[in-house]
C-alpha cells in the first residue's frame, strides 16, 4: 500500500516494495470497527487498551463525546493529532446525554460536536419528547447517521462473529458512522487489514488472536511480538 491505502489486489509480483509480507495460509479480512462505553474510552484516551483491541482484529474505535467534558470535541481531536495512535479514533454524540441541557442550548451544543467533527449520533428514543425540534433537522443537514445505542459495539472478534454466521460487520459499520472508505477490502481504500490463521477457510475457523493487524498500511501488531508501530492510527473526522 502508499499512503495507507490498498494500491491494488491479486498477483504483486509485478510491483516493488520497502517490505513484503508473506500471508500465506491467512485469511485477510477488514479491521473491526466499534463503538466503546464511556469508560474504555477514557482509558483509550489516556493512552491505555488500545492493544487489547488489535488483538481482537480492531483497527477502528468509536468512543462517546460527553458534552459535559472540559474540553471540547475539538480541543481532544487536536491533542489526539499531537499522539502516536496505533489504531483510528471517531467519535459520538449521545441525544441521551442531550436531553438533559436546557432545550434552548441543545442547538448550540449538538451543532458544536458536530461541526467539531463527530461522526454520528446515538439515539433513544426514550427521550425524544425532552429534545429541541431542530435536533433531528440539524443532525439531518450536517448529513449525520443516527445509531441505535448499543449498536455496533467492539465486543465481539472476527471469529465470534463468524461462529454467528455475521460476515459482513465491518461495511455495515463504516457506512453507519460515514467510513465510505473503510471497512471492506477494495483498491483505493484504506489498508485496516486483520490476518488469521484458519484451519479451514471454507468454515472460517480462525483461531482466536490474529496474526497480524495493518493500520492505514502500518503493522500495528504481530503475534507474539511487541506492536512494531505505534503511529499507524489516526482521528477519523466528519
Same mark, same amino acid.
Given at each position: 500500500?502508499?499512503?495507507g491505502?490498498?494500491?491494488?489486489?491479486g498477483?504483486?509480483?509485478v510491483?516493488?516494495?520497502?517490505e513484503?509480507?508473506d500471508?500465506?495460509?491467512?485469511?485477510?479480512l477488514?479491521?473491526?470497527?466499534g463503538l466503546?462505553d464511556?469508560a474504555?474510552?477514557q482509558?483509550?484516551?489516556?493512552?491505555?487498551?488500545?492493544?487489547?483491541?488489535?488483538?481482537?482484529g480492531y483497527?477502528?474505535?468509536?468512543l462517546?463525546?460527553?458534552? @459535559? &467534558? $472540559?474540553?471540547?470535541?475539538?480541543?481532544?481531536?487536536?491533542?489526539? #493529532?499531537?499522539? +502516536?495512535?496505533?489504531?483510528n479514533?471517531?467519535?459520538?454524540?449521545?441525544?441521551?446525554?442531550?436531553?438533559?441541557f436546557?432545550?434552548a442550548?441543545?442547538?448550540?451544543?449538538?451543532?458544536?460536536?458536530?461541526f467539531?467533527g463527530?461522526?454520528?449520533?446515538?439515539?433513544?428514543?426514550?427521550?425524544?419528547?425532552?429534545?429541541?425540534p431542530?435536533?433531528h433537522?440539524?443532525?439531518?443537514?450536517?448529513n449525520?447517521?443516527q445509531i441505535i445505542?448499543?449498536e455496533f459495539l467492539?465486543?465481539?472478534s472476527?471469529p465470534e462473529?463468524?461462529?454467528?454466521k455475521i460476515?459482513?460487520s465491518?461495511?455495515? @459499520? &463504516? $457506512?453507519a458512522?460515514?467510513?465510505?472508505e473503510?471497512g471492506?477490502? #477494495?483498491i483505493? +481504500?484504506?489498508?485496516d487489514?486483520v490476518f488469521?490463521?484458519?484451519?479451514?477457510?471454507n468454515?472460517l475457523?480462525c483461531e482466536?488472536?490474529?496474526?497480524?493487524?495493518l493500520?492505514n498500511?502500518?503493522?500495528a501488531?504481530?503475534?507474539g511480538?511487541?506492536?512494531?508501530?505505534?503511529?499507524g492510527g489516526?482521528v477519523?473526522v466528519?
Amino acid at each position: 500500500s502508499t499512503r495507507g491505502r490498498i494500491d491494488d489486489l491479486g498477483d504483486m509480483d509485478v510491483f516493488a516494495a520497502k517490505e513484503t509480507i508473506d500471508a500465506q495460509g491467512m485469511v485477510a479480512l477488514p479491521g473491526l470497527i466499534g463503538l466503546v462505553d464511556p469508560a474504555v474510552a477514557q482509558k483509550i484516551l489516556a493512552g491505555e487498551g488500545a492493544e487489547n483491541y488489535l488483538r481482537q482484529g480492531y483497527s477502528t474505535l468509536i468512543l462517546p463525546h460527553s458534552l @459535559r &467534558a $472540559e474540553k471540547t470535541l475539538r480541543e481532544t481531536i487536536a491533542g489526539l #493529532r499531537q499522539r +502516536d495512535l496505533p489504531l483510528n479514533l471517531g467519535f459520538v454524540v449521545s441525544l441521551s446525554e442531550l436531553a438533559a441541557f436546557p432545550v434552548a442550548e441543545q442547538a448550540t451544543f449538538l451543532g458544536d460536536a458536530l461541526f467539531d467533527g463527530a461522526l454520528a449520533v446515538v439515539r433513544n428514543d426514550t427521550v425524544a419528547e425532552q429534545l429541541h425540534p431542530l435536533t433531528h433537522r440539524i443532525v439531518s443537514w450536517l448529513n449525520r447517521r443516527q445509531i441505535i445505542e448499543n449498536e455496533f459495539l467492539a465486543n465481539k472478534s472476527w471469529p465470534e462473529l463468524f461462529a454467528e454466521k455475521i460476515f459482513h460487520s465491518t461495511h455495515r @459499520r &463504516a $457506512e453507519a458512522f460515514g467510513l465510505h472508505e473503510r471497512g471492506q477490502i #477494495r483498491i483505493g +481504500d484504506f489498508a485496516d487489514l486483520v490476518f488469521y490463521r484458519c484451519s479451514s477457510t471454507n468454515k472460517l475457523e480462525c483461531e482466536q488472536t490474529p496474526e497480524l493487524m495493518l493500520v492505514n498500511g502500518r503493522i500495528a501488531f504481530s503475534a507474539g511480538a511487541q506492536p512494531v508501530s505505534l503511529g499507524g492510527g489516526t482521528v477519523l473526522v466528519r
